[in-house]
């Protein structure tokens, strides 16, 4: 079984920055890849960014040059680095890892963390 626990979520002004981790922990052989979504009020859950094994990245057109995705492998770990946040960034985010457990190739969820930005 697969635990991820998130944290740095928070409230913060326009303009400032916020950090988010996800650490994955449990039976893991290895990660294929680990990421971030966030689901707004009422709107749908959308991914944010991606991170695979070989460190390529993607982000949604909406974060490019302002979140920065990033890995600590030996931690089983994934960084969200949040600059220059809007309004619109308000949502939950939700961490989400693909890995080889001892039960095979899964994704799991994290249960998720407020940001709040303020105008």
């Known amino acids: 079984q697969v635990r991820l626990v998130e944290s740095g979520g928070g409230s913060v002004q326009a303009g400032g920055s916020l950090r988010l981790s996800c650490a994955a922990s449990?039976?893991?052989?290895?990660?294929?890849?680990m990421g971030w979504y966030r689901q707004p009020p009422e709107k749908q859950r959308d991914l944010v960014a991606r991170?695979?094994?070989?460190?390529?990245?993607m982000y949604a057109d909406s974060v490019k040059g302002r979140f920065t995705i990033s890995r600590d492998s030996a931690k089983n770990t994934v960084y969200l680095q949040m600059d220059n946040l809007k309004p619109e960034d308000t949502a939950v985010y939700y961490c989400?890892?693909?890995?080889?457990?001892?039960?095979?190739?899964?994704?799991?969820w994290g249960q998720g963390i407020q940001v709040t930005v303020s105008s």
């Open positions: 989400i890892t693909q890995v080889v457990s001892d039960t095979g190739s899964s994704a799991t």
């Open positions: 991170i695979n094994s070989s460190g390529t990245t």
């Open positions: 449990g039976s893991i052989f290895s990660i294929k890849a």
